[in-house]
């Protein structure tokens, strides 16, 4: 139980487009997404937090309009790079919580961005 | 604010060696504190958790204890395999914080055969 896929897993785009990535929770109610950033052998970044239904939260120094990010159902977030550049190549991550016994994260498998 | 710190890596190990990953934490009140597992190319998945001192987290032959009183939860193993090689996440989670976690730098295991 407490699967959380992510969709595309890598994808390669040209500068300037725009890019969607899929989160979603298969078994569970994710009340709560969370969209994380990680560079190449380091930590992972807290980008934004989202709850269903509502507004994004985003970690200080996050562009809001550069990372749009959507949760419209209690199953589906999706995280759009917007006028995507080289420097937003990374690897992103989501997980997904939901209540009582999934309030754990539980951790989706990553999707690799490259920005040509 | 929160804070976890862990060892840097790499850790280059022989199979079978012992393994301690160290890890410490700064946190107001009483956090639950977590180690996540990374392998290659893959998101992260949880290894064990402790919710309150003195609990002990173990799963697939690691362990760790939350210590309150040296802030710590050092990861362990007795006796790692090839497939251990992977990169390992401390984290918690501040009650005040609802679900974020704080994450520490990660530390990076190569078990060689």
């Known amino acids: 139980g407490a699967v959380v896929s992510q969709h595309p897993s890598w994808v390669i785009c040209k500068s300037g487009t725009s890019v969607k990535i899929e989160c979603r929770s298969l078994d569970f109610q994710a009340t709560t997404m969370f969209w994380y950033r990680q560079f190449p052998k380091q930590s992972l970044m807290l980008m934004a937090t989202s709850n269903e239904g509502s507004k994004a939260t985003y970690e200080q120094g996050v562009e809001k309009d550069k990372f749009l990010i959507n949760h419209a159902s209690l199953t589906l977030s999706t995280l759009t790079v917007t006028s995507a550049h080289p420097e937003d190549s990374s690897f992103y991550i989501c997980?997904?919580?939901?209540?009582?016994?999934?309030?754990?994260?539980?951790f989706g498998p990553g999707t690799r961005l490259t920005v040509l | 604010g929160d804070s976890v710190t862990q060892m840097e890596g790499p850790v280059t190990l022989s199979e079978e060696a012992f393994l301690t990953i160290n890890c410490t934490y700064t946190?107001?009140?009483?956090?639950?504190l977590f180690w996540y597992v990374q392998y290659p190319g893959e998101g992260l998945q949880l290894l064990l958790k402790a919710t309150k001192a003195d609990d002990k987290g173990s799963n697939k032959g690691f362990e760790a204890t939350y210590r309150k009183e040296t802030t710590s939860f050092h990861l362990e193993k007795g006796s790692v395999q090839v497939s251990d090689s992977a990169v390992y996440f401390c984290a918690l989670r501040a009650r005040a914080a609802g679900n974020k976690l704080t994450f520490g730098g990660g530390t990076r295991v190569l078990v060689k055969p």
């Open positions: 997980s997904a919580s939901g209540t009582g016994l999934i309030n754990e994260q539980f």
């Open positions: 946190a107001t009140g009483y956090p639950s």
